[in-house]
């Protein structure tokens, strides 16, 4: 297995070091193209989200009498919240964010803990806390807290956990520990989330292949357990397998959501019923809000809609491995490259539940699911990623020159409408 070490090592090195050239002298015309890609992507998500949240809210608003104007005041407040987080945290600088990592993971991993023996059960998962007020979900600031604290380990003990007993004992044991309370309380949706991120951000930092394939078969190993004491995650495998190899041109039973999601997506056609005009959101899809969004996204603004949010994910990840290429500190490379694998595997396991590609696994949509802690980390996730954009060689100044030329913009604009009204 040296041999393909060394050929991953060498990949690595070639790929994943920080990008030299004319744009680091503050050369090149666009040195904060990632930071504005990544900025209005993700306002045009979380505004399309708010969009299709009070949509598919609506039925549920209009059949409770007296909460129509509160379905729509909470997620105004939350978007409003995350979205001043997001800008709030760009502002912060690297020394901040290192500090921040251990706070957040010890408080989200606190929260975790206490929801596994206080939480409230929701669809089978013990993995909400209910504060009266709003109800959080702690495994989605873990996430955060994890991407961050994994980045600090990988660039303090590099060394000590490339391999040996210093890789089994430091990964197995942040692993355990973070992945642990949330198979405890029985959401294996996001626990694959936390896998995926941990496997990647391995992969770039270079731990040996020997530690990386036996962690992606203990996890392997341990899903399929999971899935075989339960019987609602059985049934659900179970049920789409038979999606899967039956040639029936009909089946018996009533119709599954992954059945009223494709039947939405294929009402939509090429540019949508129109804007709220949905019919499978009137009690066809439970979970049309959440982890359903996508198809009401679907059948309101059809192939058009569904493709342009598509791309600007696409956009968005992009940007935010680009910022990783480019960075000159390693925390800050491995932040991106935990962030954008967060917002990737999110979107096509969401994607790909709603489209019958993948067994349901309870995961939302980013940035456009209902879910005000799932929204709020990722606008804080991605206002970190906004501060390493910022330090990205010539963006500072570039940022200036920017804030400048609005100011001197504006500033003609008033006195031109000053003279006009004399």
């Not at 990949?11 to 904060?32: A, K, T």
């Not at 609506?58 to 997001?86: H, N, Q, Y």
């Amino acid at each position: 297995m040296s041999w393909f070490n060394q050929l991953k090592s060498t990949q690595l090195n070639r790929s994943f070091q920080p990008v030299i050239s004319r744009e680091d002298d503050g050369s090149s015309q666009r040195p904060v193209q990632p930071y504005y890609l990544i900025l209005f992507s993700a306002l045009f998500l979380t505004a399309v989200g708010f969009i299709l949240v009070y949509s598919a809210l609506s039925v549920k608003a209009l059949e409770e009498d007296g909460r129509f104007w509160a379905e729509i005041l909470k997620p105004t407040v939350f978007t409003a919240f995350g979205v001043g987080g997001m800008i709030v945290a760009s502002r912060l600088t690297l020394a901040w964010w290192r500090v921040l990592s251990y706070v957040t993971y010890a408080v989200a991993l606190l929260l975790q803990v206490i929801t596994i023996f206080f939480g409230k059960t929701i669809g089978g998962n013990r993995n909400w806390l209910d504060l009266r007020v709003i109800t959080v979900q702690p495994s989605e600031l873990l996430k955060l807290g994890f991407i961050m604290i994994l980045a600090t380990m990988f660039t303090y003990v590099q060394h000590q956990i490339r391999s040996g007993v210093g890789a089994v004992a430091y990964l197995t044991g942040i692993c355990a520990l973070t992945v642990g309370p949330v198979l405890l309380s029985r959401d294996l949706g996001s626990a694959s989330i936390f896998i995926a991120i941990f496997v990647i951000m391995c992969f770039v930092s270079e731990v040996s292949w020997r530690y990386l394939f036996g962690f992606i078969l203990v996890g392997i190993f341990g899903a399929s357990t999971l899935v075989a004491i339960s019987p609602s995650r059985r049934h659900r495998v179970v049920t789409f397998w038979e999606s899967l190899t039956s040639s029936a041109p009909a089946k018996s039973g009533p119709a599954t959501q992954t059945d009223h999601a494709l039947w939405a997506i294929g009402n939509g056609g090429l540019t949508g019923q129109g804007p709220g005009a949905s019919r499978e959101k009137w009690r066809h899809l439970p979970t049309a809000e959440s982890d359903y969004i996508f198809a009401i996204l679907g059948e309101e603004y059809g192939f058009v809609g569904a493709t342009l949010v598509l791309v600007t994910f696409i956009v968005l990840i992009y940007n935010i491995f680009a910022v990783a290429m480019r960075h000159q500190k390693k925390w800050a490379r491995l932040l991106c490259v935990g962030v954008g694998t967060w917002i990737a595997v999110q979107t096509i396991v969401n994607v790909g539940v709603v489209i019958g590609v993948f067994p349901v696994l309870g995961v939302p949509l980013p940035f456009i699911s209902k879910g005000y802690s799932s929204l709020m980390s990722l606008l804080l996730g991605l206002g970190c990623v906004l501060s390493q954009a910022r330090t990205l060689p010539g963006a500072r100044a570039a940022l200036q020159a920017n804030r400048g030329w609005a100011m001197r913009s504006t500033s003609l604009v008033g006195r031109a409408s000053g003279k006009g009204k004399k």
